[in-house]
């Protein structure tokens, strides 16, 4: 069940999930989750040196905070430097890319897209 009222992020207190992809690494400092929002999800994200495919379920927006986040789309490259940001809409077939670390602030609506994703899969097996 969200809470209702602000919720203060301490950069300090902030729970890091971290995925081992390849060579490289992927955090997450997930801040807005389904305990506090029913809407949206947020954090801070950081990519260590990956090159990752992935089909956004969920619309998604990317702010950069620094190095390069390279994100490519079909044939088209979009590399978000601190101060760029980055609309994808929901299945979005892309590729997360980073040499070094780039951190970004990102945002996903729906906030519970896991659940939404397993509804439609169990509908389809129906």
Do not use: C
Request: glycine share 10%.
């Amino acid at each position: 069940m969200a809470k209702t009222g602000v919720v203060f992020m301490k950069r300090a207190k902030r729970k890091w999930d971290t995925a081992k992809i390849g060579a490289g690494k992927v955090r997450l400092g997930r801040d807005v989750t389904e305990a506090i929002s029913k809407t949206l999800g947020g954090g801070v994200s950081e990519f260590t040196n990956v090159k990752m495919p992935w089909t956004v379920k969920y619309d998604e927006y990317f702010y950069g905070l620094s190095g390069t986040l390279t994100i490519r789309v079909g044939r088209k490259a979009y590399h978000i430097k601190a101060g760029d940001g980055l609309w994808l809409p929901a299945n979005t077939k892309l590729v997360y890319e980073a040499k070094g670390t780039a951190r970004a602030v990102y945002v996903v609506y729906p906030v519970n897209w896991r659940q939404v994703e397993e509804r439609k899969t169990k509908k389809k097996k129906k």
